[in-house]
């Protein structure tokens, strides 16, 4: 019997089964053949079948790129798989057992569609009369990555076995996995690493993986070397039981560029910037030195006539200063919180006649914007490099020496203070 494909489906039911085993399993590639041959012994023992049969079915998946090879992993990509079986039918009658103890057990007539919708969240463990299938944290984890609705899932389950309430216990796993989805975030690309601080304060714990975190940029994220493979962490991840998404983002192309361009201490303290500006305002502690980013990106815009390169230029401007006014706005709050700013201090708007940037980052528009503070006996948001580390503050400018030394009233000593110039890494108006 072929589908309409042009498959016998005796031959689709292996693909299924084979790529069951390769998606929730992280097979990772070994440096011989023999490794592979191996693996593919133990799916035909799982499965009952000739291990010839089974590595032609595992050549024709690798051939369609349903199987592919990324950094020394074996992954799947489903979508190509379902245009195998696009055609199947759902069954309306009952055609799996569900049990408490998380095992599946499934009619051998169940549809294709069907089974390609059980291998997506279950392990496949054997084959004779039925196939006994397992549901596990992971292989829902692996189901989430690829299908983001739980009501589906949990139809599924009830229209499959026919029962009008599932095991709560089975219920309670996929609300759980479900809810934690994403609780840490990998940098494909950019090469991060974010999650809430108490997580991610748990995972860096972890030896194996704080020596590839190169600079923690808040208690929620952290840059990872470029030289790491990000699937090796990603399945480490998964084996600790969490489950981590891989945030594929655009910037990959831009990356390649920058690399030619800057060296690793330019690249690491630019994704700083950048994904600093994805953590501003929830539990973030500035540690971006405007000296350096605005150095980087003047060293870019000199090499913009490429068209890439011309790109990364204006992602980069667009990017300090989306960052420069999310500081601002976090410094605010910040401020407000810990020395009780004055609600009208707060609310009041920037004065909008103001000539130069604001917020300022480069020297110069900082020292023109204490002038303008002098002149017009404005106050002043500073970020400046003490010895504790990063410090914000608002203070009242008083005089400044030879534009390098400014003398202020600090609010909250109640003292007159001075700081260089060159200290001072973001300023703005309020």
Same mark, same amino acid.
């Given at each position: 019997?072929?589908?309409?494909?042009?498959?016998?489906?005796?031959?689709?039911?292996?693909?299924?089964?084979?790529?069951?085993?390769?998606?929730?399993?992280?097979?990772?590639?070994?440096?011989?053949?023999?490794?592979?041959?191996?693996?593919?012994?133990?799916?035909?023992?799982?499965? %009952?079948?000739?291990?010839?049969?089974?590595?032609?079915?595992?050549? $024709?998946?690798?051939?369609?790129?349903?199987?592919?090879?990324?950094?020394? $992993?074996?992954?799947?990509?489903?979508?190509?798989?379902?245009?195998?079986?696009?055609?199947?039918?759902?069954?309306?009658?009952?055609?799996?057992?569900?049990?408490?103890?998380?095992?599946?057990?499934?009619?051998?007539?169940?549809?294709?569609?069907?089974?390609?919708?059980?291998?997506?969240?279950?392990?496949?463990?054997? %084959?004779?009369?039925?196939?006994?299938?397992?549901?596990?944290?992971?292989?829902?984890?692996?189901?989430?990555?690829?299908?983001?609705?739980?009501?589906?899932?949990?139809?599924?389950?009830? %229209?499959?076995?026919?029962?009008?309430?599932?095991?709560?216990?089975?219920?309670?796993?996929?609300?759980?996995?479900?809810?934690?989805?994403?609780?840490?975030?990998?940098?494909?690309?950019?090469?991060?690493?974010?999650?809430?601080?108490?997580?991610?304060?748990?995972?860096?714990?972890?030896?194996?993986?704080?020596?590839?975190?190169?600079?923690?940029?808040?208690?929620?994220?952290?840059?990872?070397?470029?030289?790491?493979?990000?699937?090796?962490?990603?399945?480490?991840?998964?084996?600790?039981?969490?489950?981590?998404?891989?945030?594929?983002?655009?910037?990959?192309?831009?990356?390649?560029?920058?690399?030619?361009?800057?060296?690793?201490?330019?690249?690491?303290?630019?994704?700083?910037?950048?994904?600093?500006?994805?953590?501003?305002?929830?539990?973030?502690?500035?540690?971006?030195?405007?000296?350096?980013?605005?150095?980087?990106?003047?060293?870019?815009?000199?090499?913009?006539?490429?068209?890439?390169?011309?790109?990364?230029?204006? %992602?980069?401007?667009?990017?300090?200063?989306?960052?420069?006014?999310?500081?601002?706005? /976090?410094?605010?709050?910040?401020?407000?919180?810990?020395?009780?700013?004055?609600?009208?201090?707060?609310?009041?708007?920037?004065?909008?006649?103001?000539?130069?940037?604001?917020?300022?980052?480069?020297?110069?528009?900082?020292?023109?914007?204490?002038?303008?503070?002098?002149?017009?006996?404005?106050?002043?948001?500073?970020?400046?490099?003490?010895?504790?580390?990063?410090?914000?503050?608002?203070?009242?400018?008083?005089?400044? /020496?030879?534009?390098?030394?400014? /003398?202020?009233?600090?609010?909250?000593?109640?003292?007159?203070?001075?700081?260089?110039?060159?200290?001072?890494?973001?300023?703005?108006?309020?």
């Amino acid at each position: 019997m072929s589908s309409k494909t042009g498959l016998d489906k005796d031959f689709l039911i292996n693909l299924l089964l084979i790529t069951d085993f390769f998606l929730h399993t992280g097979i990772k590639i070994g440096s011989t053949k023999k490794n592979i041959n191996q693996t593919l012994r133990s799916i035909s023992k799982t499965l %009952r079948t000739n291990p010839e049969d089974i590595e032609y079915c595992f050549l $024709y998946l690798k051939h369609n790129n349903i199987i592919y090879e990324e950094k020394n $992993y074996f992954l799947v990509n489903l979508n190509l798989l379902k245009k195998l079986i696009k055609e199947g039918k759902a069954d309306n009658s009952s055609f799996i057992v569900l049990q408490s103890n998380y095992e599946l057990l499934v009619k051998p007539e169940v549809s294709m569609k069907d089974l390609f919708m059980i291998i997506q969240f279950s392990r496949i463990k054997s %084959r004779d009369v039925v196939y006994r299938f397992h549901i596990t944290e992971n292989s829902l984890h692996n189901f989430f990555l690829n299908n983001p609705g739980i009501k589906n899932l949990k139809a599924f389950l009830l %229209r499959g076995s026919g029962l009008k309430q599932m095991p709560h216990n089975i219920e309670y796993m996929i609300d759980d996995v479900n809810t934690r989805m994403g609780e840490i975030r990998i940098g494909y690309a950019s090469g991060y690493i974010t999650a809430k601080s108490h997580i991610l304060k748990n995972v860096i714990s972890d030896q194996f993986i704080e020596k590839d975190v190169i600079k923690m940029i808040s208690p929620t994220a952290g840059i990872l070397k470029n030289s790491i493979n990000l699937w090796d962490m990603f399945f480490n991840l998964k084996k600790k039981n969490f489950f981590p998404i891989m945030d594929f983002d655009k910037a990959q192309k831009m990356d390649g560029y920058l690399q030619v361009l800057l060296n690793e201490k330019e690249i690491t303290h630019l994704l700083s910037a950048f994904h600093t500006l994805k953590e501003i305002g929830f539990e973030h502690h500035i540690k971006v030195d405007f000296n350096i980013l605005n150095g980087i990106i003047n060293k870019i815009e000199k090499r913009s006539n490429d068209t890439v390169l011309k790109k990364a230029a204006q %992602r980069s401007v667009r990017y300090r200063q989306e960052l420069k006014n999310s500081i601002k706005s /976090y410094v605010l709050k910040s401020l407000k919180a810990s020395i009780g700013v004055p609600q009208n201090l707060v609310l009041n708007t920037i004065p909008v006649h103001y000539p130069g940037e604001n917020p300022a980052t480069v020297r110069k528009e900082i020292v023109r914007m204490t002038e303008y503070c002098l002149k017009h006996k404005l106050k002043l948001i500073i970020v400046f490099q003490a010895f504790s580390g990063v410090t914000e503050m608002i203070i009242e400018p008083k005089y400044l /020496y030879e534009k390098k030394i400014l /003398y202020y009233y600090d609010r909250e000593t109640k003292e007159e203070q001075n700081i260089q110039i060159s200290k001072i890494t973001f300023s703005a108006l309020i």
